[in-house]
């Protein structure tokens, strides 16, 4: 059984950085291209980013040069560098991961408020 579980959330001041963790069990982490997506209230999810099994990095426009994502194969784990965050980046972040089926993470809030 595939298992992601986000970590990171919390309340930031616009300007400032915030960085999510996604770990997975329960699939061959580095065949896989975990993303990155949010929800914010009222809006459908969208994608934020996504990276590769190669590590190539895939970013939608809204935070290209803001938010970087990268993984780590060794602790089975994606992670989301959000910098510069404005109050639009408020959402809650799941991780994805397609592994035999589509599998997601309960998500973790982002709250971005002076």
């Known amino acids: 059984q595939v298992r992601l579980v986000e970590s990171g959330g919390g309340l930031v001041q616009p300007g400032g950085s915030l960085r999510l963790s996604c770990v997975v069990s329960g699939a061959n982490f580095k065949i896989t291209a975990p993303g990155w997506y949010r929800q914010a209230p009222g809006n459908e999810r969208e994608l934020v980013a996504s990276i590769a099994s190669d590590g190539t990095p895939n970013y939608a426009d809204s935070v290209k040069g803001r938010f970087t994502i990268s993984r780590d194969n060794a602790r089975n784990t994606v992670y989301l560098q959000m910098d510069n965050v404005a109050p639009e980046d408020t959402a809650v972040y799941f991780c994805?991961?397609?592994?035999?089926?589509?599998?997601w993470g309960r998500g973790t809030q982002v709250t971005v408020s002076s």
């Open positions: 994805r991961v397609y592994y035999r089926r589509d599998n």
